[in-house]
Nanobody, 113 residues
Framework: QVQLVESGGGLVQAGGSLRLSCAVA????????MGWYRQAPGKERELVAR???????NYANSVKGRFTISRDIAKNMVYLQMSSLKPDDTAVYYCNMLGTGVRGQGTQVTVSS
């Protein structure tokens, strides 16, 4: 059984940075396609970044140029580096194993103006 555990959320001022981490635990021989979603109150869930098993990265237009998704295959970790944060980035961020329905418990990111 695979589990995803996020960490690294918190409160930051606009313009600041945060790095979210996602630990992939359980029976997984390699990291498949992974993504970071976010859900803000009253808004639809948004896939902000994903990385395929081959390492190809894609970003939502809303975060392009500010967020970077990466992974450490040896450590079974996936990261989301967020820079130039805006109040609109405030949301709960979820790590997802794409195509499997497996996701973490979420970590809150709050950006103050």
């Amino acid at each position: 059984q695979v589990q995803l555990v996020e960490s690294g959320g918190g409160l930051v001022q606009a313009g600041g940075s945060l790095r979210l981490s996602c630990a992939v635990a359980g029976s997984v021989s390699s990291i498949p396609a992974m993504g970071w979603y976010r859900q803000a109150p009253g808004k639809e869930r948004e896939l902000v970044a994903r990385i395929t098993s081959g390492g190809t990265r894609n970003y939502a237009n809303s975060v392009k140029g500010r967020f970077t998704i990466s992974r450490d295959i040896a450590k079974n970790m996936v990261y989301l580096q967020m820079s130039s944060l805006k109040p609109d980035d405030t949301a709960v961020y979820y790590c997802n194993m794409l195509g499997t329905g497996v996701r973490g418990q979420g970590t809150q990111v709050t950006v103050s103006s």
